[in-house]
């Protein structure tokens, strides 16, 4: 089993509900998805959202397939 740790996108305007179709990127782990989804928040350059124009935002996503024990 393996676990996948991915960087998704979606707009940052609350009056708009775009989200991005595909993964921006896949990690090794959740803490590096977790710090390029937070530098890329602190970019100045962010790409804008194709619905309004809006910056887009970025969030870390994990999927974890082992199994939990307890």
Do not use: Q
Not at 35 to 46: D, F, G, Q, R, T
């Amino acid at each position: 089993m393996s676990n996948k740790f991915k960087v998704r996108a979606y707009c940052s305007s609350r009056a708009c509900e775009y989200v991005h179709p595909d993964d921006v990127m896949v990690a090794i782990n959740y803490e590096t998805a977790y710090s390029l989804a937070h530098y890329y928040n602190e970019s100045p350059s962010k790409p804008s959202c194709p619905r309004c124009g809006e910056a887009i935002a970025f969030y870390a996503h994990a999927i974890i397939e082992e199994p939990w024990f307890n």
